[in-house]
């Protein structure tokens, strides 16, 4: 689930707080492009450092529990967007044996999330 939460009154900075199966799908994902597989340009496929995606791989692992939730910026989701997209191309017949999930429902998540990225974009 990604629910929309106002920053703190900052204004049109929105955060998301994201729990659940998309929680545990990105936190699979995520572990996938960051130590699954190669990726020749890992800072472009990610859109960000290694070093923030493996701190916000941490961040997530330590949510991922079934009640868990996790607070995120909208940068942070574009991130795990593009790696779910990674990881379903990647990963292709094999995506729902490394990460648990159906290849449809992650495709489902991904536009779930791009959605919400869109609705938390200021005008």
């Known amino acids: 689930m990604i629910k929309r939460v106002v920053n703190n009154g900052l204004g049109r900075h929105s955060e998301f707080e994201v729990s659940g199966d998309i929680l545990r ?18 800072p472009d496929v990610l ?8 701190n916000l791989l941490d961040q997530i692992h330590r949510c991922a529990e079934p009640a868990g939730t996790l607070v995120l910026a909208r940068s942070d989701l ?39 990225i869109a609705e938390g974009t200021p005008e």
């Open 25 to 42: 799908l990105t936190n699979n994902c995520l572990n996938e492009v960051l130590h699954g597989f190669h990726s020749p340009s890992l």
């Open 47 to 54: 859109g960000d450092s290694v070093e923030h995606a493996e």
């Open 78 to 116: 574009a991130v795990l967007a593009r790696c779910i997209r990674r990881a379903v191309s990647e990963l292709g017949p094999e995506f729902s044996t490394c990460t648990g999930f159906e290849v449809e429902e992650a495709n489902s998540y991904e536009e779930e999330i791009s959605r919400r």
